[in-house]
């Protein structure tokens, strides 16, 4: 059962009208299946799912999607394939509370994984799980895990092929592909394949910042001078933040090592480079589609599970509430059934919605409790979405983001200081409005689409902070 | 508390061979040898050596690379022969074998080659499932590749070169900043990565020991590579690659390295699953 829609999440007696007037746009149901959609018909079923997971990924790193920086063969086959979501967003800036939201479809609070290294709550089944046992899909994970363990043999529900080194994505990342291609090409095909290749890159861009931090009297690279990236518009920030974000700001690299421009622009070249080599992985898993027969009947979803900082807001790595952090790629196709290269710039979407969708494309319902819903109608040219907003969290269950069409709004627990953008106007979060009087209704209705979102969740006993929360929503709602 | 806490201080700067000694991993480079022809047949082992970023904290050795090459000296194709161990979490291991047909030319350009690609579980036995074996050659601006399963062309845009080609190639050239090198590569000769180019940088000096050592530097950058660092002795013999956060060593005790690290991962394996099951389960 889905929650966070409009009909089952009645706001009460407010005008929601101005700030939510670009909602209604996604509920329009579209009459009939559009040329595109080929032999597509309701009862079909992909013989096989590639799950693709990267690790740390920005959401502007695509080329085919008008990132200029980096070149991206293998992202953009998988765009033009496909659909691509513009907002797209995880449940959680962090690995391991996103991943145990996307295999789960709970909230990382609901999993009980706050932040890294924590199992997922008994008895929430992941998609393994409830594949094996409500399907006859073989299951099969390789890659990063990390709930708990990073790379483990064991994973419920899931057949694991043994790959990874933790934290070293340089080494390992490969390995998982060809483990990958290999199992492809050897396996039987008379059963339906679930297979998630999860991959660490980008994310080892957290060692070169660590041997990065010092900005060196030479570049050590002056043939590529000129060919450094720009810094991103909103490099420069609203200093009115709430004092962890400042804080944690201040211990990262970039800010703390006093960085030149040049060296911000030079971290932002590695961090393409970094995307050209997972990139590289995911092609070969592409080829191997192709070269072994599987292409034309796999459906592909691509995501990550957090962003990267890239610079903006001087920010680098994750755990930020800012886009760069919670907005991730997701991109999903399937020959035939889904439209090609086609951008949904208009329905706000979810790592919560990788289970109900994959669901509800395999005809079994969801596990109970589900917090997103299936994208298939979007992804079929059929209906949009009826969701109004997403919800956030953060590390240690420290923050929440709301976003709806027009806002986002950001809270930490125990910080007077809210936050409150126009995304349509300041898509790079610059302008804090959340003190600004015209802005008052529209941060009365955040607060109290926050607080009934939270007081709709069954959250994990051993997560910290709960009553905090509960107590600071309700009296920011009633104010 | 003050060793931890040193434990844990951020390296800082782009890895060097200085930075690398620093680290403690580098430990003595071979001392060069005028016997060496790079032209000729050798056998370099290198341990590679992963860096997470701190200075005496998490940098390992989780694997090796073995590359031999044989073949007549001057215009004549060559042979190269590669042996790559990849211990993972969990003490699974992934062995590249690779016998490589290459040019005498700058770039060591692919002609043809075989590989094999293997994992094996923690009790060091073929996971069938996982192994992957090619054939490939070079023709026109395409690669072929012919598995068991069919032949499958790939289109690379021209002549290329495999990484591990490149450590033959490197020490082939000369010490001349005016020749730089492009060449398209094929990385563990099956990824495509274009437009790659690679020059001398000229010599690099640093403190080791009780003097000073000098090496030849080259760098290569290109698409989907971080900036790969080559470090050469006089006798043009490949001592030290560094990419990012990794390292190729020069290093004659690599796969005994390699074998106690993976020993140890079996250690935590079996550890680990003893914490899992209680101790029900060998």
Redesign the interface.
Known sequence: MNTNTRSDMPIGSMDRRGFLKFAGAASIAIAGAPGWLGAANKDAKPKNILIIATDQQHIDTIAASGCGDV?TPALDRLKERGFSFKLSYTNNPVCSPARAAIFTGRTSSETGVYKNGIPVRTPIPNLGQWLSEKTGYETVYAGKWHVP??????IPGFKV????????G???D??IS??C???L???SKARGLLMVASFLQPH?I?????????V?DEF??P??ANDLPELPDNFEYDTNEPEGIRRTRMTREGVKGNWTKQHWRYYRW?YY??I??V???I??LL?SLD??GYAGDTMIILTSDHGEGMGHHQWVRKSTLYDEGVSVPLLISWPRHIGLDKTNSNDLVSGLDIMPTICDYVGIEPPANMRGESLRGILEGKTGLEREFIVSESNSNAGRMVRTKRYKYISYVEDPVEQLFDMENDPGETKNLAGVKRYASALREHRQILHEWESSLDVAPNVPDVDLWRRQLQSRARA | MAKKSDSRAVVGSALSPAMLLKMGVLGKIPPPDKDFRPDGAWANTYRICTCHGYLHENNDNPGFLRISRTGPKGKADFSLSVLQKIVHDDAAVCLSEAEMSCATDRSATLRSWKMSSRFLDHDEKIVGELTDEQDGRVKGGAIRIKTSSGTFDRKTGGPVTSDWDMFEAVQRMEFDVSRPVRFNLLEGLTLNKGEQKLRYRGIYTFKSGDGRQTLHWFTQIGHGVLPYDYYLDRYHRLVLVITGPRSYILDDNAEDIVDTHRKEKLRQYRQKLEKMTGGKRS
């Open positions: 070149k363990s990073t790379f483990t043999t064991f092929i043994t790959t990874g080194i933790g934290g070293q340089n080494v390992c490969t390995n060809k483990a291609r290999a199992y090409q050897n396996r080892d957290c060692e070169w910042l660590r041997i990065n931090t010092e060196p050590r690279y043939e590529i590695s480079r970094h050209e080599i990139d590289a992985e092609g070969r080829d070269d072994f």
